[in-house]
């Protein structure tokens, strides 16, 4: 019993015995208070948006005098639906339905929408239907204004088309999208646990490869023959190209390796010019500055010219130090708490090459050094596909969650009284919660 050529972009077919009407119809947008104003000295909820999830949950726990309250925020109400306007967040999915607050009244903000809900329309289920992936991907369709600040307008989201089931049934859909996802978040938390877990295994891995006292000990820069960085051209960021020589900057290095999507590019002559900062095959690359510092990799041999900038610098390996074996030093606990403890003890700036060369760390034979990297890459393609499935799991279960919030508010998947009992007894099993 399907009804089609309903003439919604984002629609197909949606049953017969739903309403169509429009959001202006069914929840007023930004409606301010729904009593009197809050005084002086009233508490209020503040929710800035990166207090607000893009799987409906939200931190209020943050409270502030009226009198505290910034200005023009957004203000909102327990039984509001919030939905976040400006790109990239309206896309990404932030947004909730206010269920409850310790507080009268809220101040978000002012990128939010917020809606009421009317008595044609339960205050869950709308913001099922304004969560909808495909309903946001129509939106994006449909913003204004200028790139990195384009927004859903008023006027897209009061005239946005909606098909509405009876209250009752509005009723149990929320309920079963509710247990629904809360059962895919939790395998989607338990999933991500599973990855942390993986992370720590790594470093005891480390850990265990590098921890033998019985191997001597010497300084990087005696076993370097270079320790230097770069400079950002002349002009800055201004002089960068969109194709030519690449520039390595800290954003580029992490310690699973080169990350080049947001690479910078120089011209050839440029790249003559800077020689001291030319990259080698084998050249161990370390963060010195910023947040990112201590994150460190290496450069393949399949990479080609390139350079760094003054926040990366090179470690050129000697003949007597192997640079996969350095790499995975400096990455390891131990490694990482000599730069820290180094970076904390010298400049806060950032590190220096004197800093760095006074680093002490294991130096065997290099036959020793190459079966120590030929043990840690073993363990790292086995961890490797761990990791990748452990992710592709994950990314299933989010597609799942879209599909189905999509499926139940259009109505291409029906839910009974069973469905929700069957899915809400599901939930209770696995927080291994008494049954009713």
Not at 185 to 195: F, G, P, S, T
Not at 332 to 345: C, E, L, W
Request: with cysteine.
């Amino acid at each position: 019993m399907k009804e089609s050529n309903i003439h919604e972009p984002w629609l197909v077919d949606v049953p017969l015995d739903w309403v169509s009407s429009r959001i202006k119809n069914v929840a007023l947008l930004s409606p301010g208070c729904s009593g009197k104003n809050p005084t002086q000295h009233e508490l209020c909820t503040v929710l800035p948006m990166e207090l607000l999830s893009d799987n409906g949950t939200m931190d209020t726990s943050n409270i502030q005098s009226y009198e505290d309250v910034f200005s023009g925020l957004t203000i909102f109400e327990a039984g509001d639906v919030l939905f976040a306007k400006i790109t990239p967040c309206m896309e990404n999915g932030k947004g909730a339905y206010v269920e409850a607050l310790s507080t009268r009244y809220a101040f978000g903000s002012t990128e939010y929408h917020v809606l009421r809900p009317l008595h044609k329309v339960q205050g869950k289920f709308l913001y099922y239907y304004t969560k909808n992936s495909v309903f946001r991907e129509y939106a994006a369709e449909n913003m204004t204004g200028a790139a990195g600040q384009k927004r859903v307008s008023s006027r897209f989201l009061k005239e946005t088309r909606l098909f509405l089931p009876p209250l009752p049934e509005q009723v149990r859909i929320a309920a079963y999208l509710d247990a629904s996802c809360a059962a895919i978040d939790a395998a989607v938390n338990a999933k991500k646990k599973q990855l942390e877990a993986l992370i720590e295994m790594k470093k005891e891995t480390l850990h265990r490869a590098f921890n033998h006292a019985e191997w001597p000990v010497e300084r990087v820069k005696d076993l370097a023959i270079k320790i230097g960085s770069g400079v950002t051209p002349d002009g800055g960021s201004a002089g960068y190209l969109d194709e030519g020589i690449p520039l390595l900057r800290s954003q580029n290095v992490h310690f699973d390796g080169l990350r080049l999507d947001d690479v910078a590019f120089i011209a050839p002559e440029t790249h003559r010019e800077m020689r001291n900062s030319q990259l080698k095959p084998h050249d161990v690359l370390l963060n010195i500055t910023g947040a990112s510092i201590g994150r460190c990799t290496y450069v393949p041999d399949d990479f080609g010219e390139g350079n760094v900038n003054q926040h990366v610098c090179i470690i050129r390996p000697g003949h007597r130090l192997h640079y996969r074996f350095l790499a995975e030093y400096l990455s390891s606990p131990m490694g990482q708490g000599q730069i820290m403890s180094t970076f904390t003890g010298a400049s806060r700036q950032g590190l220096s090459h004197k800093d760095l060369g006074l680093i002490r760390i294991p130096a065997p034979s290099i036959e020793t050094q190459c079966e120590v990297v030929a043990s840690l890459n073993t363990a790292e393609e086995q961890r490797s596909k761990l990791f990748s499935n452990i992710e592709s799991q994950i990314a299933t279960l989010i597609d799942y969650r879209k599909s189905l919030i999509h499926e139940c508010v259009t109505g291409q998947r029906r839910i009974s009284e069973a469905d929700v009992a069957k899915v809400e007894r599901t939930l209770e099993q696995a927080a291994g919660l008494p049954q009713q």
